[in-house]
């Protein structure tokens, strides 16, 4: 199994561009979710996804789209990217189980990218 | 508003000295603690804890998790320098049973 991978590693954008963050899992998870991590934040949520064609939103979804059409994808795009977006994004998965289960989540190398 | 609190921010401790690391929590519907480690890249996962007293524990490294008092403790016994990294908690839960990171614990281990 690859398990979690994203694409790409890094990345620079100007003001106003866009572009999409690529993440597959390979290991037939249901929940799926995007991440960005900022010096003295933590890591925090942006969009997830309980299964193929749900998705909802997180603690800081502005300016963030997704989709998922398959179980294996889960792409971020930025519409319009502002600096304020410069960070380091992680994409996760996990089974979903039964309601009352927890579970552990496989986070993906991160993509880190930087907005001039 | 639900929220992960770590202490400290930040460590610097000699090999072979022992290290704890705190965690506590405001997060209603709590299900379940995670502790991840995160060196250079993507945080690996440590432990996962749902039950109050029972110590999870893997090599040198342990982890405990006390439901009344809303806190979770991590540690490391004769530490190494490969030791050295952000160590963060989450406590699934809230709302939505989403993950809830803390900031991390940034240890630093000197040879």
């Known amino acids: 199994n690859a398990g979690v991978t994203q694409t790409p590693k890094f990345q620079v954008l100007k003001t106003g561009q866009s572009m999409t963050l690529q993440c597959a899992q390979d290991?037939?998870?249901?929940?799926m979710s995007w991440y960005r991590q900022d010096p003295g934040m933590g890591l925090r949520l942006i969009h997830y996804?309980?299964?193929?064609?749900?998705?909802d939103q997180g603690e800081v979804p502005n300016g963030y789209n997704v989709s998922r059409s398959t179980t294996e994808d889960f792409p971020l795009r930025l519409l319009s990217a502002a600096p304020s977006q410069t960070s380091v994004y992680f994409c996760?998965?996990?089974?979903?189980?039964?309601?009352?289960?927890?579970?552990?989540?496989?986070f993906g190398p991160g993509t880190r990218l930087t907005v001039t | 508003e639900d929220k992960v609190v770590q202490s400290p921010l930040s460590l610097v401790v000699h090999e072979g000295d022992t290290v704890t690391l705190n965690c506590s929590y405001e997060?209603?519907?709590?299900?379940?603690l995670l502790w991840y480690k995160q060196e250079k890249k993507a945080p690996t996962f440590l432990f996962m804890l749902?039950?109050?007293?029972i110590e999870k524990k893997s090599g040198r490294l342990s982890s405990i998790l006390d439901k009344k008092e809303l806190f979770s403790i991590l540690n490391i016994t004769a530490t190494q320098t490969g030791d050295s990294a952000i160590y963060l908690c989450?406590?699934?839960?809230?709302?939505?049973?989403?993950?809830?990171f803390g900031t991390g614990t940034l240890l630093a281990v000197q040879p």
């Open positions: 996760a998965s996990s089974y979903r189980m039964r309601q009352g289960s927890s579970y552990e989540q496989y």
């Open positions: 290991m037939n998870h249901e929940y």
């Open positions: 996804s309980v299964g193929a064609g749900i998705t």
């Open positions: 997060v209603t519907n709590f299900r379940s």
């Open positions: 749902t039950s109050s007293g």
């Open positions: 989450a406590v699934e839960g809230g709302a939505t049973n989403k993950l809830i």
